[in-house]
């Protein structure tokens, strides 16, 4: 309880906190900032701090596209320009701070003019250690050459070892902060100290052994509050500097520092700068002590907020719940680069289908559809297919009579000999384990599909096969014992209609097993990376287009009559489902439900991850809308103009499009 009191205490006083004095010589001349994020540094931390900075002086950001880098390993100036979120030519910037960039100053000064440059370094030491094991070189190294290597076997001899992994290796281990800061893997001596000529002339420089040093020199020097450099770290240190022991290297260090000669050059000088301006900064020990005694009683203060991910700290921040300053401090201290960043777009008015996306901005290029028997999905086919022949990616291409002599893949589908398929929509009537075509499909393919009500499938299919008038009895006298009807329906067509959406993902049991349908519907979701929900059709298009990183456009379609791909002629943008809804009696829902069991445990099964997902996305509705939006102005042009290429192109059946664009190998 005195806990409780306590942090309750901490939270009320944050306001109160970080007030203290900057030296008296600190500067303002340079209040923009450009701050080039080194790998494996504490730079996320860093990034954190500028965001906020930022962020509370209503300064421009220049944002990267994928939130995550800004062309980097790439390092000429038109590359880095070019991944500038909502850029546009001649424009300027006034913080530069938000994903990993290689210093070029050409580019960074036309974005950001007259800015005060910011960068921090490690000792090389620390710095290879942790990232050997962070980047998973010797991974690497075992997965391309077949060889095991501790870091001490690797640093016998890092020249040739290096090149045993991956290409990027190399960026990240050999002089990375080096490179970073625009040098290659292996400067020159001269072409190092070029460089920290040049960074004496524009850079502040942190260095991570000494990251509260330096971010309190950064506070003192160019007049910032206590509260600006504040992070989250539950850990109480001495009030005072502890400079590290000097005591003599080991053979490992001493052989890092010569492989990474080049940081070791930009550590040691940048490093002996820090100290010889705090020992010429009276005050500095006393600003120091006070700013570690805050950021505990913060810390500590935010503890609570920790337990939160990034995504419901956004969703707190930008779907209008009531929160104190203190609060919002917290979840904004506590935000990585990424959400930092989407945070930003989203405060700048930025349209979500271009801010949210599973991926780093880059759409995937190995995706699984499998239909599901009987669920109105020809939408989603077609615009697979689409997608994929658009954008020139291989695709595959269903037979329209299966190929005898072929088993698996091959039987149904037609994939060029020695080829890896980018895009494979798989066939509801022939379906195959997803193991199996995957074999087929370039790497790291991604699975998902869609499933619908059981109820109202059952319904759907049995007047699509006038089963009433081939059976001469009604629904629910089917009911009471499908087994009886299974001769005069025909197997295949009563498999189909029992749990046929379980089917279509791999299930090959008995009609219906209510006994394993929890444990079978419950498998069947799991080997799906993503279920979409037919009655919940426009949350299950945004999903679908972030877990594949598509644009907005590359899920829109008319609502026309026209369209053979929507279900019973539905041209309503507003309904939820995109087929009718059918009023079905409770007694005749139970009766089909008892008789799909499995896919009523797959459907409810579905909706739980899907509720899940939903929990950590930001703003849904507000892509919805836009959705709505373009596919009205859309419907709109194919109803005036219903010759153009793209409204025919939506308009066709999956099969009948990909056909119309290949030849069939039939």
Not at 155 to 171: R, S, V
Not at 383 to 403: A, D, H, I, Q
Request: glycine share 4%; hydrophobic share 35%.
């Amino acid at each position: 309880q005195d806990a409780v009191v306590a942090v309750i205490v901490v939270v009320a006083l944050l306001p109160f906190l970080f007030h203290c004095t900057n030296g008296a010589g600190c500067i303002r001349d340079k209040s923009n900032i450009v701050y080039v994020k080194t790998h494996k540094t504490g730079s996320s931390t860093l990034a954190n701090i500028f965001h906020r900075y930022g962020d509370k002086y209503d300064m421009h950001f220049a944002l990267p596209k994928d939130n995550t880098f800004y062309a980097w390993p790439h390092l000429t100036p038109d590359r880095i320009l070019n991944t500038v979120w909502d850029y546009e030519e001649n424009e300027v910037f006034e913080m530069f701070c938000s994903a990993h960039v290689r210093y070029n100053k050409e580019a960074l000064s036309t974005l950001v003019p007259n800015a005060l440059y910011i960068t921090v370094l490690r000792s090389p030491f620390t710095h290879v250690k942790s990232s050997w094991s962070y980047w998973g070189i010797p991974m690497h190294i075992r997965a391309e050459s077949g060889v095991t290597l501790t870091l001490e076997q690797f640093m016998t001899n890092p020249t040739e070892n290096i090149e045993l992994g991956k290409k990027g290796d190399k960026m990240l281990l050999v002089n990375s902060q080096a490179f970073d800061l625009g040098l290659d893997n292996y400067p020159a001596k001269e072409e190092v100290q070029a460089l920290i000529d040049e960074m004496e002339e524009d850079f502040f420089v942190l260095i991570t052994d000494y990251m509260d040093e330096s971010l309190v020199l950064l506070k003192r020097k160019y007049c910032w509050e206590m509260e600006d450099i504040v992070y989250i770290s539950l850990k109480k240190r001495s009030g005072s500097t502890q400079r590290l022991d000097k005591s003599e290297p080991s053979e490992l260090e001493n052989r890092i520092n010569k492989m990474n000669y080049a940081d070791k050059m930009l550590y040691d000088h940048f490093k002996d700068k820090l100290f010889r301006e705090i020992d010429n900064d009276p005050g500095f020990e006393e600003d120091l002590k006070k700013y570690r005694e805050d950021m505990y009683a913060f810390s500590m203060g935010c503890n609570n907020f920790q337990t939160l991910d990034d995504v419901r700290k956004r969703k707190t921040l930008e779907e209008g719940n009531e929160l104190t300053s203190s609060e919002r401090r917290c979840m904004l201290t506590s935000f990585d680069s990424q959400a930092y960043s989407k945070h930003l777009k989203w405060k700048e008015g930025g349209d979500p289908s271009t801010i949210e996306c599973e991926t780093q901005g880059h759409s995937r290029r190995s995706v699984l559809y499998s239909r599901a028997s009987g669920v109105p999905d020809d939408v989603i086919a077609n615009m697979m297919f689409r997608y994929g022949l658009g954008n020139k990616l291989l695709v595959n291409v269903p037979r329209n009579t299966p190929k005898a002599g072929e088993k698996g893949v091959d039987e149904f589908h037609f994939i060029p000999t020695h080829r890896m398929v980018n895009y494979f929509v798989q066939s509801a009537q022939h379906p195959l384990g997803s193991e199996l075509i995957r074999k087929r499909m370039q790497p790291k393919s991604v699975h998902f599909a869609m499933v619908m009500d059981p109820v109202q499938r059952f319904f759907r299919l049995w007047r699509q096969h006038s089963i009433s008038s081939l059976l001469g009895t009604t629904m629910e006298e089917y009911l009471q014992d499908p087994l009886a009807y299974r001769t005069k329906l025909g197997a295949d067509l009563q498999y189909d209609l029992h749990n046929g959406m379980a089917r279509s993902f791999g299930y090959i049991g008995p009609l219906n097993d209510e006994k394993h349908a929890l444990s079978v519907g419950t498998q069947l979701s799991t080997n799906i990376g993503f279920i979409m929900v037919a009655e919940r059709f426009y949350e299950s298009l945004v999903f679908m287009r972030r877990f594949l990183c598509h644009k907005r456009s590359d899920v829109i379609f008319p609502l026309t009559p026209n369209n053979k791909n929507l279900p019973d002629g539905v041209v309503d943008v507003n309904l939820k489902a995109l087929y009718k809804y059918e009023h079905v009696n409770e007694r005749t829902q139970n009766l089909i439900l008892k008789w799909n069991s499995i896919d009523k445990a797959l459907f409810l099964r579905a909706n739980a991850l899907f509720n899940q997902v939903l929990k950590t996305q930001v703003s849904v509705n507000e892509e919805i809308a836009l959705i709505r939006k373009d596919m009205r102005n859309l419907s709109t042009r194919c109803i005036n103009n219903p010759d153009l290429r793209i409204c025919q192109d939506m308009s066709m059946l999956p099969l009948e499009y990909i056909m119309h664009k290949k030849k069939s190998p039939n």
